[in-house]
Structure formats: C-alpha cells, structure tokens
C-alpha cells in the first residue's frame, strides 16, 4: 500500500510538471515607474536645453529647431523660414558661437544634440569647406 501511495505521488508530481510545462510562458508585464523615471529624466533635459536655447533670438532658435532638431536640410530649412540657404547658415553658425558660449559658462545638455546632428558645411555644401 505505501508503494501505491508513493506511485500515485510520483505520477501526479509527473502529471503536474507536464501541465506546467504546457502552459505559455508568463508575460513580463513592464514596470511602470521605469516609465515614470524615464518620463521625469526626459522633462528635466528638456527644461535644460530650453533653458540654454534661451540664449538665442528667434530666428537663430527656429534654425537650429529646424536643422538640428527636426533633421530639416540646409536648404528645406530655408524654404520653411522663407529665407536665403546663406541666411539659414549664419544664423547656425551664430546660434553654435552663443551655444558654445553658454556651454563654456556651465553644463551643455544641448551639446550633445546640437553638435552631431548640425555637419560643418562651407559655402557650397562641402564638409569642412
């Protein structure tokens, strides 16, 4: 009798492990305050750069909203300001001189999206010309 009774265990455990086994794996369900700090980190750089584009009269701002943070061309940016490609260049090129200026003074969240994202062109479109 207690053999049938450890059989009968063995064969349950067997039949349990087999059930599990079938079933889907569970969904990882993300944690919400991973969102939430993410959403927070995300606020405060971008306060930071707002704060340093401050710095910058409207016209250089729209320049380096278009080029630098829409990924607009030189020349689609001048069609969407309605001003000369030579025009959208020396407000980047103002807008960099003043943003480098406040980056010396203090901390440069906008560094990091504003270098990469703007190529040092010349007057005909040529890297470092």
Do not use: C, F, W
């Given at each position: 009798?207690?053999t ?10 067997r ?13 990882v369900?993300?944690?919400?305050a ?8 995300d ?12 710095v ?28 000369p490609?030579?025009?959208v ?41």
């Amino acid at each position: 009798m207690a053999t049938n009774v450890v059989r009968n265990q063995t064969r349950a455990a067997r039949r349990y492990d087999a059930a599990l086994y079938r079933l889907p794996p569970a969904e990882v369900e993300p944690d919400p305050a991973d969102e939430v700090v993410a959403r927070l980190d995300d606020e405060q750089r971008m306060r930071d750069i707002l704060r340093e584009l401050a710095v910058l009269n409207r016209g250089e701002r729209d320049v380096v909203a278009l080029v630098a943070m829409a990924g607009l061309s030189y020349a689609e940016a001048a069609v969407a300001l309605g001003v000369p490609v030579g025009t959208v260049r020396s407000r980047l090129a103002r807008a960099r001189a003043r943003l480098a200026k406040t980056r010396a003074a203090g901390t440069g969240a906008v560094q990091e999206s504003i270098d990469p994202a703007i190529p040092v062109t010349g007057r005909h479109g040529r890297e470092g010309a």
